[in-house]
């Protein structure tokens, strides 16, 4: 008896677990049945307008900004795709800048470099999957955003080549809804762009108390800052990008939001990995709609690269007045990173200037550590050590 009662709680368990997922998975088929009036779908797109087989921008000069979209009206963006060329490794997607307008606004609510915005750290090229956002084949040169994008009075959207070079070729669509009236509950999309060479602690990188006792940051202070916001709407993810010159795991520090003002963080988190819905120190790639590990690094420990991701679709983090969104560089901000980020959200107009994002002597991409830089550290703490011939590296 107690063994039916037993199998019929997990059959129930089951399909209720079954049913919200489907139900959550079905919303958008859901409304995809119903018919709506007062709406007309259109495209902007890099098309040959003569009609034949050229259908993209040439020639982009360096310093060039070139528009991509300008329209007047009401509507929402709810597609995007582009491909450029040359490939990343000798056309850095880190230097050319998106930039997206709204309502006929002078300054932009949307400021990112085109890799990064799209989940393509550095001067890479990788595939990665996501709900709102994906990169795709071949080697992660389609780039593609379903991120909806409601205007009231006008769109428009630019890029800026800081590459030091020519763009040969930019393709791109962009699909939107043009509709009569926006509803006033519709935020604008917002999206920025900050990378740091954070700071070690004046005692060493102590993560894990390798080095002795560590110190405390109950407040905030120091953290890496992934968003500085004015106004009232709503937080809808990062893509974060690490790259660590030290094998040591760098994933100790602690998510803190702040929400509307408040001194302490209003949500406090337990480590990196914690926020982004991972476990024990991952280095595996992993791709879920809301979450994952998108680039991982492939190297000694924790040493290299790492793109990880977290979408809060299901989730979001309201504000009223303000949002100020960190997270530790290791535990009480002891690692040195090479940290890099793109966050999005939602706002209710009307909107405000985003901080500048860094320039590009800023953003360039930190040098690899390899095995031969970690044989040169070995050897002058050799020397250190009075280079006896016992020396073994545990001592």
Excluded at 9 to 24: E, G, I, S, Y
Excluded at 237 to 242: D, E
Excluded at 301 to 317: A, C, E, K, Q
Aim: glycine fraction near 10%; aromatic fraction near 14%.
């Amino acid at each position: 008896m107690k063994k039916s009662v037993f199998y019929l709680t997990v059959l129930a368990l089951v399909c209720f677990t079954f049913n919200v997922t489907a139900q959550t998975a079905g919303t958008e088929l859901f409304d995809l049945a119903k018919i709506k009036t007062g709406v007309k779908t259109k495209r902007i797109s890099s098309y040959d307008r003569s009609g034949g087989n050229n259908d993209r921008f040439e020639h982009i000069e360096d310093g060039e900004i070139r528009e991509l979209f300008n329209v007047s009206g009401a509507g929402y963006i709810n597609h995007i795709w582009i491909t450029i060329a040359p490939t990343p490794e000798r056309l850095s997607r880190n230097d050319i800048i998106l930039r997206m307008y709204w309502d006929g606004n002078e300054f932009p609510s949307v400021e990112s470099p085109i890799g990064p915005f799209f989940g393509q750290g550095w001067d890479e090229a990788y595939n990665f999957s996501s709900l709102p956002l994906a990169v795709g084949p071949v080697n992660g040169r389609g780039m593609v955003s379903y991120w909806i994008m409601p205007f009231a009075g006008g769109a428009r959207i630019e890029i800026e080549n800081q590459t030091g070079q020519e763009i040969h070729a930019f393709y791109y669509y962009i699909d939107y809804v043009e509709t009569k009236n926006l509803p006033k509950d519709m935020g604008r999309f917002c999206a920025w762009y900050n990378h740091e060479l954070t700071e070690a602690l004046p005692d060493g990188e102590n993560e894990w108390g390798v080095l002795g006792d560590q110190g405390v940051n109950p407040t905030g202070a120091n953290n890496y800052l992934i968003l500085d916001v004015k106004g009232k709407g709503h937080y809808a993810g990062i893509n974060y990008y690490v790259h660590s010159p030290s094998p040591m795991w760098y994933g100790e520090g602690d998510d803190m939001i702040f929400i509307d003002g408040d001194a302490m963080p209003t949500l406090h988190g337990t480590g990196t990995e914690d926020y982004f819905n991972t476990s024990w120190c991952p280095k595996t790639i992993f791709s879920h709609p809301y979450y994952g590990y998108a680039r991982v690094n492939d190297n000694i420990g924790w040493l290299g690269r790492t793109h990880v991701y977290r979408f809060h679709i299901n989730d979001p983090v309201y504000f009223d007045k303000s949002l100020r969104v960190t997270i530790e560089h290791g535990h009480n901000n002891c690692m040195s990173l090479d940290l890099a980020s793109v966050a999005y959200w939602y706002q209710q107009p009307p909107l405000q200037k985003l901080i500048p994002i860094p320039d590009k002597e800023t953003r360039k991409p930190k040098p690899f550590i390899d095995t031969v830089e970690i044989h040169k550290w070995r050897h002058e703490w050799r020397k250190n050590k009075g280079n006896d011939v016992k020396l073994w590296g545990n001592e």
